[in-house]
Nanobody
Framework: VQLQASGGGLVQAGGSLRLSCVAS????????MAWFRQAPGMEREFVAA????????YYAESVKGRFTISRDNAKNTVYLQMNSLKSEDTAVYYC??????????WGQGTQVTVSS
């Protein structure tokens, strides 16, 4: 599945951004969707996931209470609402899809820069 992420930008610390990721598939509801991020010089890390059934979500401890992942299956879109942003949230954010096994389909990434 092809993924197109958008919504990144430059924001001051304490501000908010909403990322969107549109998937090119007719079976979007059958995929687990997630957001990952990669800061300069760091490995890619998990941020949040929205699973295919039951509306279950899961967050990294570092973003819990500040970020909210949601999905709209009718629009083939997953969102990441990011509030109370910190400088350490600066990274390229990637959306990913998983049908079986691991997250194997990735978007191109969108840059989020938080200025302190």
């Amino acid at each position: 599945v092809q993924l197109q992420a958008s919504g990144g930008g430059l924001v001051q610390a304490g501000g908010s951004l909403r990322l969107s990721c549109v998937a090119s598939t007719r079976t979007f509801s059958r995929y687990d969707m997630a957001w990952f991020r990669q800061a300069p010089g760091m490995e890619r890390e998990f941020v949040a996931a929205a699973y295919r059934s039951g509306g279950t979500t899961y967050y990294a401890e570092s973003v819990k209470g500040r970020f909210t992942i949601s999905r709209d299956n009718a629009k083939n879109t997953v969102y990441l609402q990011m509030n109370s942003l910190k400088s350490e949230d600066t990274a390229v954010y990637y959306c990913a899809a998983k049908f079986l096994g691991t997250y194997g389909d990735w978007g191109q990434g969108t840059q989020v820069t938080v200025s302190s």
